[in-house]
């Protein structure tokens, strides 16, 4: 059981053989793979995808980066795409002051929109944040005080300060491939520490192959690269780590249920 809890299956890298690497995901042992949105036009191809497998999901979304060409994506759009059967949960959002792509007010008036979104509906909020971290804690600590919501913190590479401040209000954290970079030794330390119950792992494919596959496309079937070094990171088996996560994924996407 290993589930990869944030992928874009419709990129290019994956489009042109998604049958194919659906298959591959299978054959390496993932039970279910979470295609996330990122742009409006791309809702419908999202869950047309999970429409034909029953072990993929879609999620509706806009990403920082696209903020700017997305005035109109209100809390009300998102609520509206969210009730489709397939669709479980809401994003990616955030801040992503790194490359700057959208206007940073427009970023957070859409990142506030999901996160009313993801209120209505109590569908899991998709936070991306890359150099924003005292905007993106803000901006979560305030909008939690005016009503729970659940979420995950995607594709993490943020401080231990940061994932203290997610943990705390009650997140989930999610682990990519860049944990097994050589680099990433912060990241690997604080990926030893998170709570068993509050851990995910994902392949943000097509992006990000986890050694030892870099430098080719992402596949979700890459998952278990990731899964089995953050296994050996908190000293776990590899199997006692999958399950979690796959437990994890489920308690926290309540829409998703096994295919």
């Known amino acids: 059981m290993l589930i990869d809890s944030h992928c874009h299956l419709n990129y ?66 998102l609520v509206g795409a969210a009730a489709h059967p397939r669709v479980v949960g809401i994003g990616e959002t955030g801040l992503d002051y790194y490359y700057d792509h959208s206007d940073r007010d ?33 901006i979560l600590r305030e909008e939690m005080g005016k009503g729970a919501f659940p979420a995950v913190i995607h594709c993490f590479t943020a401080s231990r300060s940061f994932a203290e401040i997610a943990l705390e209000l009650g997140f989930y954290i999610s682990l990519s491939g860049i944990v097994t970079f050589k680099n990433a030794r912060e990241l690997q330390e604080t990926a030893a520490i998170i709570p068993a119950d509050r851990l995910l792992v994902e392949t943000d494919a097509p992006f990000l192959a986890p050694v030892p596959v870099r430098g080719r496309p992402c596949e979700p079937a890459f998952v278990s690269h990731t899964a089995r070094f953050v296994a050996g990171l908190r000293g776990v088996s590899a199997d006692e780590l999958m399950e979690s996560t796959t437990r994890n994924f489920f308690a926290l996407f309540t829409k998703a249920t096994p295919a």
Request: charged share 25%.
């Open 12 to 77: 290019p890298g994956l489009v042109e053989d998604q049958a194919g690497v659906i298959a591959r995901a299978r054959a390496a042992g993932v039970t279910g793979m979470l295609g996330i949105s990122t742009k409006k036009r791309e809702w419908a191809d999202v869950i047309a995808v999970a429409e034909r497998h029953p072990d993929v999901w879609a999620t509706v979304g806009i990403h920082p980066h696209e903020a700017d060409g997305h005035i109109e994506v209100d809390t009300a759009a």
């Open 106 to 138: 427009q970023q957070q008036r859409s990142f506030r929109s999901h996160i009313a979104a993801a209120r209505d509906t109590g569908l899991p909020l998709i936070v991306h944040t890359r150099d924003a971290e005292a905007d993106s804690a803000a």
